[in-house]
């Protein structure tokens, strides 16, 4: 740690040392991704549910980031497990994949990420839906055509096989993104994201965890409804079902 650094580090497999805390960051995995993050299901739930019942017991006030995969069931999972309020339980995926969408629209323009306002919502997997109605560029909308849509969402949804075939995982942007979600949190600083959380009616959709638009501050996640179009909302609520189909598997884990 830097000399001036106020933090301090304690590695432990004792999970009574969560007592207290204001943020817990889930990163656990094991398995291996083969098609699909849903692949690591019967590896990660057995961990998962044993994490959710030690911050129950003694972090019931905390508010929760998920990070690992899949995330939305993994979201459902730690909210079910823990009895923690909805608002509380955050999973990181579709704010990474709304960067990636940015990245992927500025190659396709020629210019810089940063002149690029992008969202990705549903799934943070192979059902993710880019929200090419609100993508911008210098504060204008971009308009694709079909067939640029179609390899731009394929390339999205693919994302994470190179970089799996490269180093293994996506490290600093999940890193990235996570930080900025306990920043939010820690400073109460409102961060306008997508995130996976508990739907409720929103998107007319509900009992399942899913990437829609947030604000995050000191009080967790509320849900900060935009408009789509209605193919989009298809999409989404198509994704909906796949998440739901995956969290069915949840009893026999």
């Given at each position: 740690m830097p000399p001036n650094s106020s933090i301090s580090i304690t590695g432990t497999d004792d999970l009574e040392y969560i007592a207290g805390s204001k943020v817990i960051v889930i990163t656990?995995?094991?398995g291996k991704m083969i098609a699909d993050r849903a692949d690591l299901l019967p590896?990660?739930?057995p961990i998962i549910k044993e994490i959710?019942?030690?911050i129950k017991k003694y972090a019931s006030d905390a508010k929760v980031v998920v990070i690992t995969n899949p995330v939305d069931v993994v979201t459902y999972c730690v909210l079910k497990e823990s009895g923690l309020p909805i608002e509380n339980v955050i999973g990181m995926g579709s704010s990474l994949d709304s960067?990636?969408?940015?990245?992927l629209l500025s190659k396709i323009l020629q210019t810089n990420q940063s002149k690029i306002e992008?969202?990705?919502?549903g799934e943070h997997?192979?059902?993710?839906v880019p929200i090419f109605s609100r993508a911008k560029f210098n504060n204008k909308s971009i308009n694709l055509d079909k067939n640029q849509m179609i390899q731009t969402t394929t390339e999205l949804r693919n994302y994470w096989k190179p970089l799996t075939e490269l180093k293994g995982a996506s490290v600093f942007g999940a890193a990235k993104h996570s930080y900025d979600i306990v920043?939010?949190?820690?400073?109460?600083e409102k961060l306008k994201i997508s995130s996976s959380v508990m739907v409720s009616g929103e998107y007319d959709l509900s009992g399942v965890c899913i990437g829609v638009p947030v604000i995050i501050d000191k009080n967790g996640a509320k849900i900060n409804e935009v408009d789509i179009s209605e193919s989009e909302l298809k999409l989404l609520k198509a994704s909906s079902e796949i998440i739901k189909n995956n969290i069915k598997q949840l009893e026999y884990l």
């Open positions: 656990v995995s094991a590896y990660n739930i959710s019942k030690k960067d990636r969408l940015r990245y992008s969202l990705v919502i997997g192979n059902s993710m920043k939010a949190i820690i400073k109460n």
